[in-house]
């Protein structure tokens, strides 16, 4: 169950420019946690920061207790976090929301990633391979500089590519561009994707022109994380006689199927 | 052995074992937490604003971080009061914590339909009337910024319903005094200050607003110093107890409200903050009870020291 | 050579090099910051509020930190007109700054007393008139939070002095538009909002008020969303121009003010945690718009995108 | 001149239960400096705490160009600066107010400090023993844990009294108590005090009455440190003419002669 608490920080490393992964010892949580879902982070102590920031989970080891964080300094939460040392705690609460669910079947995983995105993926990219499935990994990324923890995806995909703006690293251009290909040639059991809002749109629309199963992880701005202030509301489609016209990224999500989201919403 | 000092509080006929209540639109149903901590042990739970019919609620972006404190605008998203009643009702039910419901509309009218609607049922302790929103286009704010018509839907509430009744006032008026003793004289039995102030926030690269509703209600802690200077300057003005908020996070933060006259508070922002911010606050309280010396939280209400 | 993009602004007939002014009661005379950054440098500098006769101002402590903010009670101590021209007038005649007097009194008559005296002075580039100081007894606040108090003391002030009028308004009221399209009425020449939120602090160990004058005025990051709404909202109803100001920290604060819609800025508190704040800001809006590819800061005033 | 500027923590250690001597690198400052005056100090890079802190010169070393700050943990500001590491940068505006002026005469010097306003005495005792006069120093403590840097005032002093409250280190008592015998057996130039209000004026009042000059170092909550926002008011005598009624602690002071302030005023 989810619940708060102070984590010790093992490791806290840069990874990119902009990027650091943090490994907290939370042994109880460690156990219970599954892929796509999040933890809600306290950032500081005191009120500027005032809210706590959600980031996913990017690996777990239940055996020996360690959750991983894979995160972009973006603003003053990240930043804040960025400059934690080991031995010191960090306040979590979590873990929060659905995570992915797996579609059996007798092909393989695709996992698209655009940009930080790409940190709930390896989590999945482990359960996946724990379970003896294939995996091919298509991550995209503006440059060479912004390809994060390349190594630890080729780990356990089958294939990979790596996409970026610029071309400075792997082939030039956006990660969709290669979607049709892989769509065309490989049996999917399901494509699960997370990163920017008009990539997950690309990768559903694709997938659902395709009719494979695929799964987008959403993000909206939080204030609770537990369902309660109903800030994150997004688009879902809902029966016409429900009384509620959203849903929640925090505990209805943040994974959803593709043809649950309303994607013409701007 | 010795005894723990009481804490128990009285809001105009809201009987409740300590005066730390959640503030409306930041505790949910009350499940929500329910992972979190024990919920027979607050004072009271408020639960979201409810209207007679759903309501959507607004576009996304709905919140915006702000230097201690936060912009919602979230619209009064809510299921609509049947809802409540068939699914989240039943759960509050189960505990034993008197449940108050914060009820919005957009005329007298609907107010009272809907407080009629709450009367004949169960396990409802109070009401609050929520005439203070600053996230829906009609009525809304309008109603808790003009004293004749807060008293308009106060009094049209107070005529439907024997349960304690609360009215929960908006801070963005020029004197608070004038419209808590109007609500006073309609018949409220309490007033919960303060709702948020009207606020905006703008991205400076893509020049919009971060909201989507543009302006939104601004709570955290700061806001607590304005919450403050209200709940003392209201203390001294009418002779209904008040509930304080605004902004607060500890437990030392209540007692300020508490010694500036307020007789309950609730806890709105700090919950997103530290999902157990109540259960701090009420174990904080007691203990400073303790501390002073101060056996009945009485003692503490409303002892600024001029 | 690329050209540089213009930032003058004219407020009223105040012409500027630049949109960013010193707080009033932030920064002295002026000569207070002068180690720390070049005064000639500012669009102007409004000096401390300044009144007839000498004032003593209120007991300590007479500012308390709140979160991202600060309270502060002063209560309008400054030496009084007389010693301001002999004293700290000829500094900043020095100068090459405009220098905007920012002028309280208790009545209509005493403002115009002040304006006339004022008047007559050379050097003197406009006057802003402080109808919404928080902290005093008399007068003062109540001047600000009612239209027709506030056109009595604007259209005296009007009729002395052709200087450029600004009146400084309260954010202490139900509707900021209706003071401020009062005050436009009433001749003044641009605007400033938003002084001081009427706050309170209460230290719960001695329970007793933080402030010697137990209220105060709110400034700092805390304000700076309902500042921002204020400036929206009043960009949107009167035709002179708008001096922003409330949390300005950064050249970024500065940018969101001028999308809401004001003319020019001014920087209070944050001269307190960083004594060059407005030399950071000059420098940073100045590269906003060589980033956004503007000209001129007025392509960037009220371009709030919707 | 003052100025603003970020100065490289050497040091920042734990002196006792909750007290910390910071050390930092500021050679230009560290010549100009004079004992009694203070920097003001912003202790977080984001806006709660928002205003700076007041924090007296405690040592300064012209040749190393080092300052030293000795501070005591009371709240929010406090804290985060005991948080900072050598290595990192702390930012300094100052040297700011007035300073204490040695008053010359055949005799010798009485300083006498409360709690943590012993702070900038030590300095003081640096600056008479660099010209060659004698120390009396009596320091007042709540108990033997809120004693520090004893050590350091040895090194100055002629003569040291330690008094604790309750006894625990040294005298029990006040600090105060000792004043008379002192003031009766020493040929004294001038008493240098400054800590807890109640202590400042019944020193101020013993050092009156024997006319002995006198300067004590008084606090009041600051805004800007400079003079410019009339926070830090202080009732001190001015002519009954003047269009001022109090002075500024931030630049008038906050060392003042015993007999300018107005010592009944609450
Ligand atoms: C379910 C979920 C999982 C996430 N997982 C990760 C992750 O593993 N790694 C990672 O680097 N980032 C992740 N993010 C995004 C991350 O939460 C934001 O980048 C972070 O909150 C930015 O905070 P800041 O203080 O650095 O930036 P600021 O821009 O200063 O933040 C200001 C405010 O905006 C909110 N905010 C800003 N961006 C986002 C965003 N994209 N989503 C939600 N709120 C936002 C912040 O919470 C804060 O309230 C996730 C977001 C969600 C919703
Ligand atoms: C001229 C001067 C020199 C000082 N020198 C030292 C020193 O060398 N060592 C030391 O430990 N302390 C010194 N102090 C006191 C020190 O400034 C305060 O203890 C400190 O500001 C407390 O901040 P905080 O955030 O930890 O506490 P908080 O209680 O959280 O502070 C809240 C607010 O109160 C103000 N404040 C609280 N106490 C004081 C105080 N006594 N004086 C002024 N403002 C206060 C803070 O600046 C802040 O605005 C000095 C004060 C002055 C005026
Ligand atoms: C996300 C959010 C939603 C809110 N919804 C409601 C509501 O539905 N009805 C209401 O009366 N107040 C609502 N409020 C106001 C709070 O109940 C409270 O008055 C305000 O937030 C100040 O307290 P705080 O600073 O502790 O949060 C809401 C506040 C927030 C932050
Ligand atoms: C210490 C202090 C003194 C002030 N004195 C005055 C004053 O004399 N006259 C006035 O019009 N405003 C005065 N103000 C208000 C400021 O000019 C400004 O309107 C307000 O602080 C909001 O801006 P800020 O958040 O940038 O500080 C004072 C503010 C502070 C903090
Ligand atoms: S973040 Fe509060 S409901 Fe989702
Ligand atoms: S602290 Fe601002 S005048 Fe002294």
């Known amino acids: ?266 | 052995m010795k005894n723990k000092p009481s804490l128990a509080v009285n809001i105009g006929g809201l009987k409740m074992n300590n005066p730390v209540m959640t503030a409306s639109g930041t505790f949910g149903f009350g499940k929500e937490y329910a992972p979190y901590l024990d919920l027979n042990r607050l004072g009271a739970i408020v639960v979201k604003g409810t209207t007679l019919k759903p309501k959507a609620g607004n576009k996304v972006p709905r919140i915006a971080e702000t230097p201690a404190g936060m912009l919602n605008a979230v619209g009064l998203e809510n299921p609509g009061v049947d809802y409540f009643l068939a699914h989240e009702m039943p759960f509050l039910k189960q505990h034993d914590v008197p449940v108050v419901v914060n009820i919005a509309g957009n005329s007298a009218a609907d107010y009272a339909e809907l407080a009629a609607r709450l009367d004949r049922e169960e396990g409802i302790a109070a009401l609050e009337v929520n005439i203070s929103c600053p996230n829906v286009k009609q009525g809304g704010i309008a109603f808790g910024t003009q004293c004749s018509m807060a008293q308009d839907v106060i009094g049209a509430v107070r005529k439907v319903t024997q349960l304690p009744l609360i009215a929960k006032l908006s801070p963005n008026v020029t004197s608070i005094v004038e419209i808590a003793k109007s609500v006073e004289e309609a018949g409220a039995d309490a007033v919960s200050l303060i709702n948020t102030l009207l606020g905006m926030s703008i991205d400076a690269k893509t020049r919009k607003p971060r909201l989507a509703n543009i302006v939104g209600g601004l709570s955290g802690p700061a806001v607590k110093p304005v919450a403050l200077r209200m709940v003392w300057q209201v203390a001294g003005a009418i002779d209904i107890p008040i509930i304080g908020m605004g902004g607060i996070m500890t437990a030392e933060d209540a007692v300020e409200f508490l010694i500036a006259g307020a007789s309950a508070v609730a806890v709105g922002t700090a919950n997103f903050v530290n999902p157990h911010a109540t259960m701090d606050i009420v174990n904080g309280i007691e203990q400073y009870l303790e501390e002073e010396g101060m056996k009945d939280i009485h003692e503490l209400i409303g002892s600024l020291q001029i």
Not at chain 1, 54 to 83: D, M, N
Not at chain 1, 137 to 163: K, P
Not at chain 1, 196 to 205: C, I, R, S, T, Y
Not at chain 1, 237 to 259: I, L, M, N, R
């Open chain 1, 1 to 266: 169950m989810s619940q708060q608490m102070q984590a010790r920080i093992l490791f806290n490393e840069q990874v990119g420019p902009d990027v650091f992964r943090m490994v907290v010892e939370a042994p109880e949580i460690a156990k219970e946690v599954k892929s796509g879902q999040f933890f809600h982070v306290r950032c500081g102590a005191e009120y500027d920061p005032l809210l706590r920031r959600p980031i996913s989970i990017h690996q777990y080891r239940s055996k020996t207790g360690e959750l991983f964080f894979l995160y972009q300094v973006k603003g003053k939460g990240t930043a804040l976090l960025s400059q934690m040392r080991p031995g010191e705690y960090v306040d979590l609460m979590g873990p929060l929301g659905n995570g992915f669910s797996l579609k059996k079947g007798n092909g393989l995983y695709v996992l698209v990633g655009g940009g930080i995105g790409i940190a709930p993926l390896l989590s999945v990219a482990q359960d996946i391979k724990k379970q003896g499935f294939e995996i091919v990994t298509l991550l995209g990324a503006q440059s060479r500089s912004h390809v994060y923890v390349e190594d630890d995806f080729r780990l356990y995909s089958d294939q990979i590519f790596i996409w970026t703006v610029d071309g400075s690293s792997g082939l030039k251009g956006l990660v969709t561009h290669m979607l049709p290909e892989v769509i065309r040639t490989c049996n999917i059991n399901q494509i699960l994707t997370c990163g920017p809002h008009g990539m997950l749109k690309e990768v559903a629309q694709q997938a659902m022109a395709a009719n494979i199963p695929c799964q987008v992880s959403l993000e909206e701005k939080m204030g609770c994380g537990v369902g309660a202030c109903l800030s994150c509301a997004c688009s879902i489609k809902v029966p016409e006689d429900s009384a509620f016209t959203y849903k929640k990224v925090c505990v209805d999500g943040p994974v959803f199927e593709a043809e649950e989201v309303i994607w013409d919403e701007e």
